[in-house]
């Protein structure tokens, strides 16, 4: 199946700093792909969709100065977390799809800590 | 946004037994997935269901989808140690495709 690989799987800031984590896809041209976040012992939680060459959407209650995203080409997009706090402590799984009629393929997450 | 609410929250069964999880959603789907997620790690993709599809296998898991009463139940028989993990249900909505969580079950198997 397709593959969707996250960089840094681990990741650990100080407050203050602005962190970017990466998702890639592999094997197939995502023009969509969306970024979740998960809190220890929750579910994941939808933060926002991007498209390929256009500005994100971002869900309701998501800070979009806090959080920005960039997919700048069709096997990219970035998730910059900007001035972190520990708040911000998480765990970022991205996924990726080709078209609006294709599957959904998740990365393997990042935790971020931010001390 | 959360679509789907899952049920029970928590789940400790004796190891052999079945178990059974739930999963309740909002809005018209085009599909349902379940997804399982070990402590700490990545999603694993289970099974999943299109909205014109009542029940489907898969190895140990059966999956059922009522769209009149908007929701589905997993289960897994004869459970192993190894599916230790929390279960969760997504549901991909017709009016935009995103894929939404459902809270998850936490599945203990006791040995």
């Known amino acids: 199946g397709a593959v969707v690989s996250q960089h840094p799987s681990r990741v650990i800031c100080k407050s203050g700093t602005s962190v970017k984590i990466e998702c890639r896809s592999l094997?197939?041209?995502?023009?969509?792909m969306f970024w979740y976040r998960q809190f220890p012992k929750q579910s994941l939680m939808l933060m926002a969709t991007?498209?390929?060459?256009?500005?994100?959407?971002?869900e309701q209650g998501v800070e979009k100065d806090k959080f920005l995203i960039n997919h700048a080409s069709l096997t990219l997009s970035t998730l910059t977390v900007t001035s972190a706090h520990p708040e911000d402590s998480s765990f970022y799984i991205c996924?990726?799809?080709?078209?609006?009629?294709?599957?959904?393929?998740f990365g393997p997450g990042t935790r971020l800590t931010v001390l | 946004s959360q679509q789907g609410e899952e049920d029970p929250q928590a789940l400790s069964i004796q190891e052999g037994e079945n178990a059974t999880m739930n999963c309740s959603y909002k809005?018209?789907?085009?599909?349902l997935q379940w997804y399982r997620q070990n402590s700490g790690r990545g999603l694993v993709h289970l099974i999943l269901?299109?909205?014109?599809?009542r029940e489907k296998h898969s190895g140990r898991l059966r999956v059922t989808l009522d769209t009149s009463k908007k929701s589905s139940s997993l289960l897994i028989t004869a459970s192993r140690a190894a599916d230790t993990a929390s279960y969760f249900c997504?549901?991909?909505?017709?009016?935009?495709?995103?894929?939404?969580f459902g809270k998850g079950t936490r599945l203990h198997i006791l040995p």
């Open positions: 997504a549901t991909d909505a017709r009016r935009d495709d995103k894929i939404i």
């Open positions: 269901i299109r909205s014109n599809e």
């Open positions: 809005t018209s789907i085009n599909n």
């Open positions: 996924s990726a799809r080709e078209d609006r009629r294709s599957t959904q393929y």
């Open positions: 991007s498209n390929e060459g256009s500005k994100a959407t971002y």
């Open positions: 094997d197939f041209q995502a023009t969509t």
